[in-house]
């Protein structure tokens, strides 16, 4: 089974927008920090936006005033909107959840695809 579970991928023409979300476990959720992930094809994966437990985030330069992440703490979910999509923000999109003082991760999910087109 998995701890982390992303959804709401898929194909979209540039400028358009994907929400995406991670749901957690109760003892994940309230326990780590979380954030995305992003993995273009062919690429190394590379951190998008983190939030801590008092909601203060970080973003990545390529996707700053674009993508905003946030959570809902009645859920137990984490959110990435992402909006003015470029079609080189195509590739897998993680979820991940970290140790806040050491920053070390220790769950992942499964990933969730985005396409983006021209």
């Known amino acids: 089974q998995v701890q982390l579970v992303e959804s709401g991928g898929g194909s979209v023409q540039a400028g358009g927008s994907l929400r995406l979300a991670c749901a957690a476990p109760?003892?994940?959720?309230?326990?780590?920090?979380m954030g995305w992930f992003f993995e273009p094809p062919g690429k190394e994966r590379e951190g998008v936006a983190t939030?801590?437990?008092?909601?203060?985030?970080n973003y990545a330069d390529s996707v700053k005033g674009r993508f905003t992440i946030s959570k809902d703490n009645a859920k137990n979910t984490l959110y990435l909107q992402m909006n003015s999509l470029k079609p080189e923000d195509t590739g897998m999109y993680y979820c991940?959840?970290?140790?806040?003082?050491?920053?070390?991760?220790?769950?992942w999910g499964h990933g969730t695809q985005v396409t983006v087109s021209s």
């Open positions: 991940a959840a970290f140790e806040c003082f050491t920053v070390t991760y220790k769950y």
């Open positions: 939030i801590d437990s008092m909601g203060g985030a």
């Open positions: 109760g003892y994940i959720y309230s326990s780590y920090c």
